[in-house]
Nanobody
Framework: QVQLVESGGGTVQAGGSLRLSCAASGRSLSGWALSWFRQAPGKEREFIAATTWSTGMTNYADSVKGRFTISRDYAKNTVSLQMNRLKPEDTALYYC????????????????????WGQGTQVTVSS
């Protein structure tokens, strides 16, 4: 079992920055992918970014590439998402998710392949 708790959401003006954190606990995450998804009202949940816990390899959706950075901190057992140059269309509920062995399987973008989810943290970007 893996517990994931997100924090760091809030309201920011367009062009601003926010940093989300996901605290993981419960078991070793070696071999797992830790990812961020988001879901805007009336839209499907979409993949944003992923990292492998063991090696730090990363993968980003085109919509956030160059603006968002995912990273992990072994000492704090957290995965963070630094979001810069935010846009109103980035407004959504952001989720942290963990999937075992999926980083290299081609399934990163498929939410159904993930085993554990956090409760989400709201990000609102005003224009």
């Amino acid at each position: 079992q893996v517990q994931l708790v997100e924090s760091g959401g809030g309201t920011v003006q367009a062009g601003g920055s926010l940093r989300l954190s996901c605290a993981a606990s419960g078991r070793s995450l070696s071999g797992w992918a830790l990812s961020w998804f988001r879901q805007a009202p009336g839209k499907e949940r979409e993949f944003i970014a992923a990292t492998t816990w063991s090696t730090g390899m990363t993968n980003y959706a085109d919509s956030v590439k160059g603006r968002f950075t995912i990273s992990r901190d072994y000492a704090k057992n957290t995965v963070s998402l630094q979001m810069n140059r935010l846009k109103p269309e980035d407004t959504a509920l952001y989720y942290c998710a963990a999937g075992r062995g999926i980083f290299y399987s081609g399934n990163l973008y498929d939410e159904h392949k993930y085993d554990f989810w956090g409760q989400g943290t709201q990000v609102t970007v005003s224009s």
